[in-house]
């Protein structure tokens, strides 16, 4: 069963810097590219960046500037460097792996860390 961790959510000022982690474990064969996804109250789930094998990144472009996405292949686990920080950056952040394991390749999730910009 493979599982997807977030961590490293909670209160921080606007300006302010988080980083968050998402740890990846059990049977994994391969990971294909990871990403994060947020979604704030009453809105849709929306890409925030991803990262391929590789280390190619795509950025939304509301957090190109502002946010870095880096992954340590070696622990299976992908970060979110977010700085400036705003009340819009509000929600529960999603990480995504795209995994090969011994059933074959999917989609996971993790259950989401929230973030919350406020003064």
């Known amino acids: 069963q493979v599982q997807l961790v977030e961590s490293g959510g909670g209160l921080v000022q606007p300006g302010g810097s988080l980083r968050l982690s998402c740890a990846t474990s059990g049977i994994i064969f391969s990971i294909y590219a990871m990403g994060w996804y947020r979604q704030a109250p009453g809105k849709q789930r929306e890409l925030v960046a991803a990262?391929?094998?590789?280390?190619?990144?795509n950025y939304a472009d509301s957090m190109r500037d502002r946010f870095t996405i880096s992954r340590d292949n070696a622990k299976n686990t992908v970060y979110l460097q977010m700085n400036s920080l705003k009340p819009e950056d509000t929600a529960v952040y999603y990480c995504n792996g795209d995994i090969r394991t011994m059933t074959g390749r999917g989609d996971y999730w993790g259950k989401g860390t929230l973030v919350t910009v406020s003064s």
């Open positions: 990262i391929t094998s590789g280390g190619s990144t």
